[in-house]
């Protein structure tokens, strides 16, 4: 049932819904294939972008992927579920699987109980007792995820340990549709780990085996580095040393 804030937004609304933008949706269907296309097209690109940029650039696109996910949860850009599902399952963004992130935000979206702790999965406050209970080390890391700079840096860590928990409850609760969700997620995740390291070049351990190729390759150039010092320096010596009897010249 629609709720409006006063009969001049229920006209508009109403106007609005007669457009062709309203009723074809195709902003949302933009951002589909802008999303799919710059996920995909940087991947497969990656070699030739460099290992920073591509990084970068999927970090944002992953980003705009979970906005997107939360428009399919909002019953866009199609009335069906299961279609916009579909555009959803990709585990573009690695943490969640579609329906974990979908059941956790509408039970969000329970106006009822908006913010309250322990009913809103997305709340950034903490019951009394949770706070009572929190060490010093927690209490802290509550306090810095409430402001700017803790949401951007240390509240996708809650979200994603919040998920995790969840996860294991729902194993341990036998709740296998969450448990399946999980599974299904998990192993599309590896089917994209493997397409990626074999098409695209980008192994999962990447940020190790980059950092040990640099190393090894830093470490290659010292040897050379020192070799040609030393190299360079019995040169000169040899060049400034006064010849005496015993010295062959060619
Ligand atoms: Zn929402």
Known sequence: MPRYLDDAQ???LQDRRSSWRWRSEWPT???IV???AGWFGVTVNART???APTVALLAVLSCWYMSLQHELIHEHPTRWPLVNMLFGLAPLAVWFP???YRDSHLRHHDDAHLTEPGRDPETYYVAPEQWANAGAVLRAALAARNTFAGRMLIGPWFSIAASWREAAQAVAGQRWRIVAGWAAHLVALAALAHWLEIRCGIPWRRSCSAW???RSRWRQCARFRSIARRSARANARSSTRPHGP?????
């Not at 015993?246 to 060619?250: I, P, R, W």
């Open 246 to 250: 015993g010295d062959c010249c060619f």
């Open 212 to 214: 040990d190729t640099h």
């Open 98 to 100: 579609y329906e974990v």
């Open 29 to 31: 269907w933009a951002v």
């Open 49 to 51: 972008l460099g290992f």
């Open 10 to 12: 229920r006209q508009e």
């Open 34 to 36: 802008a999303v799919y």
